[in-house]
């Protein structure tokens, strides 16, 4: 069955330190893996995707997410994270069959000054 | 080019009421799809329309119905609440629709608090 775990409820960091957002994946095919971003009383924003190609993909915001297929991962990173940065954390993956996107439960990103 | 609308922002019903929600997608968007979120089960899928016509369909009961007009804005109906029904319903607009791996762009959600 297709699922994406993301293993931390809550996650936090230090502004200006290097931030890391776990999931994890399985999915029957080739990944296609989607990260998105809640701020508080607004919808989800699409932050990044990957498909194919370069394991590192770039986003929005400064936020990029490195792809791993042997330990089926795609973990959000930010270099510098910032107080801004401080909302729920959504990874999914489309199951191929329906076309649908499993998404993770989500992360509390909360970063502090 | 403004973003995916949803009405009302904010509802509150009883047991047994229904209840009818709205997405305007972004303008040229053809496909409407309808999520749940609660703090429980996270975002779960309901249904999808593209061009009038349900193309995908999540796991819930037949008390959950939806639909899309020719202008692809489109409603969402819950009949008989209960109380498990309480959640942020989300819509979200794409040019084509999960069939495509294009970007999904989200309303801000309707909270539905059902007493």
């Known amino acids: 069955a297709q699922s994406v775990a993301q293993p931390e409820d809550q996650v936090n960091v230090a502004e200006g330190n290097p931030l890391t957002v776990k999931c994890t994946y399985s999915v029957s095919g080739n990944p296609y893996l989607f990260w998105y971003v809640q701020y508080p009383n607004r919808g989800l924003q699409f932050l990044l995707k990957y498909i194919t190609g370069d394991n590192l993909v770039k986003g929005s915001y400064g936020f990029e997410a490195e792809f791993n297929k042997s330990q089926t991962s795609f973990h959000l990173k930010k270099p510098s994270a910032l107080v801004s940065d401080s909302a729920l954390y959504f990874c999914?993956?489309?199951?191929?069959?329906?076309?649908?996107?499993?998404w993770g439960a989500g992360t509390k990103l909360i970063i502090k000054p | 080019k403004a973003g995916v609308t949803q009405t009302p922002r904010y509802l509150i019903k009883t047991r047994g009421q229904q209840v009818t929600l709205s997405c305007s997608p972004i303008?040229?968007?053809?496909?409407v799809s309808w999520y749940q979120q609660t703090p429980g089960q996270g975002l779960q899928f309901l249904f999808e329309?593209?061009?009038?016509?349900?193309?995908n369909k999540g796991n819930f009961p037949g008390r959950f119905s939806g639909r899309q007009f020719s202008n692809s804005r489109s409603e969402m109906n819950v009949s008989t609440l209960e109380l498990g029904d309480s959640a942020l319903y989300l819509c979200?607009?794409?040019?084509?629709?999960?069939?495509?791996?294009?970007?999904?762009?989200f309303g801000p959600g309707t909270r539905l608090t059902v007493l």
């Open positions: 999914a993956v489309r199951d191929h069959s329906n076309y649908q996107l499993i």
């Open positions: 303008s040229g968007h053809r496909s």
């Open positions: 329309y593209f061009s009038e016509t349900q193309r």
């Open positions: 979200a607009s794409s040019l084509e629709g999960l069939a495509v791996d294009n970007e999904q762009f």
